[in-house]
């Protein structure tokens, strides 16, 4: 396979980087339980690796942001809204609270993504349905050092 890519993206064999996989700094976790917010409630708040520092919950649609922040903030958690359908000083406000610790959790579209510094989030959770492909890149850059 690595040839076949290496091929096809015109990469000498003296360009390709080959490191270990396993990334200490990396954890994922997977929850097949059907009552997904009570899940990922769960998680935030009871997961030693999830209770303290920054956490974006990416949504695909707005609506979903909007729900989900309101039944975080609900049971007490640190958490607030990010979509393109806020007003400017909205955005502005929650990234500047998100980036001085005020507030721990933004539940959010990927235009969060493109307002936020890659190395500032220290979890990711994609929430809800696929996610869409441009979200490879920014979890690769977030985990990249």
Same mark, same amino acid.
């Given at each position: 396979?690595?040839?076949?890519?290496?091929?096809?993206l015109g990469i000498p064999a003296a360009g390709v980087?080959?490191?270990?996989?396993?990334?200490?700094?990396?954890?994922?976790?997977?929850? $097949?339980? @059907?009552?997904?917010?009570?899940a990922l409630l769960d998680m935030l708040s009871k997961? @030693? /690796?999830?209770?303290?520092?920054?956490?974006?919950?990416?949504?695909?649609?707005?609506?979903?942001?909007?729900?989900?922040?309101?039944?975080?903030?609900?049971?007490?958690?640190?958490?607030?809204?990010? /979509? $393109?359908?806020?007003?400017?000083?909205?955005?502005?406000?929650?990234?500047?609270?998100?980036m001085t610790g005020k507030t721990r959790i933004v539940?959010?579209?990927?235009?969060?993504?493109?307002?936020?510094? #890659?190395?500032? #989030?220290?979890?990711?959770?994609?929430?809800?349905?696929?996610?869409?492909?441009?979200?490879?890149?920014?979890?690769?850059?977030?985990?990249?050092?």
């Open positions: 396979m690595e040839k076949d890519i290496c091929l096809s980087v080959r490191v270990n996989l396993m990334r200490p700094n990396l954890r994922i976790t997977v929850s $097949a339980d @059907p009552d997904r917010q009570n997961d @030693p /690796h999830f209770k303290e520092g920054s956490t974006i919950v990416y949504c695909s649609l707005r609506a979903q942001c909007d729900s989900i922040a309101q039944f975080l903030q609900q049971r007490t958690l640190s958490a607030e809204r990010y /979509h $393109a359908g806020r007003s400017t000083a909205e955005r502005t406000r929650v990234q500047r609270n998100f539940v959010a579209t990927v235009a969060f993504w493109y307002a936020s510094p #890659p190395a500032l #989030p220290r979890r990711i959770v994609p929430r809800v349905g696929k996610m869409p492909t441009i979200m490879f890149n920014p979890i690769l850059r977030l985990y990249g050092g």
